[in-house]
């Protein structure tokens, strides 16, 4: 098949054009998440990639900010496009990509592929210069009788996708037995004590819930302060610098860069925390790592009592309950641990003290519902691709 796919680029003539006649660039209007409120009707995109640029949904906020869908964003950190297929609000520095012309859904992706392979041409240039650099940008389309060739990208994409179909089936099956045998699982199948306390969770009302300060059921770790900068550190494991450093980014769980392990305090098992940054979410860290700076790692103090990861997890939810929240950014911040100590959290309970048998087999049930998703995704993937496929035949 790629043969086919290689000939069929080489047999279509192609045709230049230039981005600005093809889309417009405009800045968006911005606000921060202190605006935003509750719902999904709409996306919060910011200048970052993760999540496509979605930091979070939102409700309706004002009509002046809106963006609508059938447009594209570009963040001006990363330079990476994203279709929106819904009305989306924005925050500091993206902008909006708007077609001139009519595209059919089905060369969305074909697009998308040709934008974003304009991203180095745009990270090589000053931010102020990125609009006239992709206006004045030529890219080459496939052509027919000197018109967009659109039923070539149709065709191409689905090909495409096909040639995949059957990487993903292979895969498949190799794939969540690796994930599950990780997890400690032999299936995804829910346990009758799974299930109740899946039931149990819907019933507990509020007689149910303990409250409990943080700082009474977790100390802040003291590490060794690193000699490095953020900017200094390499993204990836390079030679010595093999140990993740935990900053105030919410991007891959704060964990972005790399440093030696030599003269650094080693952390795994324990929830990290940003004290400095525009999302307070913690998380439970597994892996080795280290803190580099704006953040802080917590554990639990009880010696009675060792937490389990399915533990950890469930205190991280009820953490983020008080921390993750949308009134707090880098304008309205949330401050460090002498302020995260405080919170009081709620915490499921039986006979008076927090029940923590409840809380490993309910984190349980929902890992194994998630690895059920994913499975589910992956087969709604292949038979929609296979549909596709086949429309195109």
Known sequence: MEASLNEKLQAVKWGEYTLGDLFKIENTLSFNTDKLVSGKEYDYVTRTSLNQGILQTTGFVN???INPAGTWSLGLLQMDFFYRKKPWYAGQFVRKITPKIAIRESSILFFSTLLNKQKPRFLSVLVRDVDKVFLSTKIQLPTHNGEIDFNFMESFVAELEAQRVAELEAQRVAELSAYLTVSGYDNYELSAEELNALQRFTELDDDSWGTYTVGNLFEKIATK?????AKELPKQPTDDYVLPCLTSSFQNQGLNYYAPKAGATVLSNVISIPSNSDVYRAYYQTR????LSDAYAIRWKSGKVALSPNQYLFMVMCINK???LPIYSYKNKLGGWNVVKTKDIRLPEKNGKIDFAFMDTF??????LAIKEVVLYSDRKIAATKELVSKNN
């Open 288 to 291: 080795d790592f280290t803190v």
């Open 63 to 65: 009509e002046e900010n």
């Open 363 to 368: 984190i349980s049930a929902i890992k194994k």
């Open 322 to 324: 008080v921390t993750d």
């Open 225 to 229: 302060k690193l000699p490095y900068k």
